[in-house]
């Protein structure tokens, strides 16, 4: 070998070494660096979390050895607040991001850090356990890169009526089983406040962002027919467009959504080659309606619940321990019904294309990004780890019960944490202990892996700004759909024969604003997400 062979050999053998040095050197790399402080933009808050920290840095001052700086902001502000620090390079290590909030136009502006290579990565084992490839689906785009961290502990938070079980008993009722029930139960609510015997404004509290969500709606149903709501395709729950996908998985059908007429719906496989969502529109929300708040366009749903101003509440099984503990510190007690069809019976389910809803991205501009995420595979390293930020200090904040339970304790300085921003992962679940076996029940199946059949369409992004023409018509349906939308999803309409003129107007206006723009821009990008995975 001449001198400059070996040289050059040599140079590229050195630049090489450099390269993978540190992933090489892996848990010896974190514990010979010095103190490192990493900031972390989040929104809501946590409580008492200055103890958790404390026990946090004795546990890791001689490995991590890192300092946490948590910026704590509205989710308002929040929203507004990420895009700014991305375009002005400013620090930031770790961002909690959405598809709700920025995630999809931030990710693909390259404003977030390409992070796939520390997973399933021998050096970063928690990262490997908590995050297999089959659960990193939903965020591995089809060059293999992965530029957000998700969070969630079941491919669904099943959808409930929170329901003043009190009532329910005081009427001799058994526990609500069916719709039809459910009815009855707002009936006798409604007699009772007619009579001035309850002091309440309604039976039934909806919040305004969900209205009724899935109550008496088919979209769990279609998805095991293929036929999938796609999310970002419209201004809120209700308004999206559904697109049928072939039984081979190859091709898409159609698409098509509310106010369209039966035709757009005759390539849909049977049982929904017709419109149903007009149905329900039309019929079906406004029977549910007159159970409901006159101010139901501004009133909220939990806060009303809490207040007793309402005796159930549409919701998620995630809000079954904070409704609970408010009603049973007023002396009152709340049960959960499973309003879903397939979900009462325990059924298999097809999940949606995303099963997170919640993530975590490293800023491009970061220079940390190794010592982030030492400090999120530190999470799942143990469950010790996990429970830390989880729940607080074990013996003070919670008690364990074996592995998959706990029982949540009351000090004064009680910590909480919004754990959907941070630590909820499948691998690492508890259940309270004090559950009824009913909501217990509910919540094994809903985490339960086995509930889940996977999307035909894993981790699936509507791109609602992939062009200026789909922008501009995005941007004017949604104007219409903020204005339509409370008064058809929420029954503002009234009767059935008022609902339908309201319809007709909606539709009429969203056609000539761009509506079909919207519906072939989804017929692509579906078409091309099962032509590339």
Known sequence: MNSVIRNSFCTLWLAAVLFTLPFLAGSCKKRTEGETSLKIYLFGEAQNMDKVLNKFYEKTKDTLNVKLDIIWSSSADHRQKIPLIMSNQEDADLVFDAYWMNLNRLSSQGAYADISRYFNNDNYPGLQKAFPPEYLAQVTNADGSIYAIPFTQAAEDIQVILIRKDLREKYNMPPISSNAELETFFGNVQADIDKGFLDMAAPLGIGVSRAFYYLDDDIIEKRAKNIINIDGSGHGVGMMFDVAISADKKKVLGAATLGDPDSAYAMFP??????????????????????????????TDMPSFYAEKVAAMEGNISQYL???????????????????????????IVSQPLTAWNFLCIPRQSKKIDKTMSFIDWLFQ?????????????GEDWKAFGDNEYQNLSPANKYTFPGYEMTWNPGFIRTDVNYPDVIKDIFQYQNNPDTYIPSPIPGFIFNNEADSALRTAYAAVAGIQATYR??????????????????????????????????????????KYLDTH
């Open 270 to 299: 049977p049982p929904y080659n017709r419109n149903t969502r007009n149905d329900r529109a039309v019929h079906l929300i406004p029977k549910w309606a007159r159970y409901t708040p006159s101010d139901r366009q501004t009133e």
């Open 322 to 348: 904070s409704a609970a503990s408010a009603m049973e510190a007023a002396g009152k007690s709340v049960e959960a019904y499973v309003y879903v069809p397939a979900m009462q019976k325990r059924e298999r």
């Open 382 to 394: 143990s469950r010790e780890n996990h429970d830390l930020f989880e729940l607080g200090i074990e």
């Open 486 to 527: 409370p008064i058809l999803m929420l029954g503002l309409a009234g009767r059935p024969e008022q609902t339908r003129k309201a319809l007709e107007e909606y539709y009429a206006k969203v056609k000539s604003a761009g509506l079909d723009v919207i519906r072939q821009a989804v017929i692509d990008q579906v078409q």
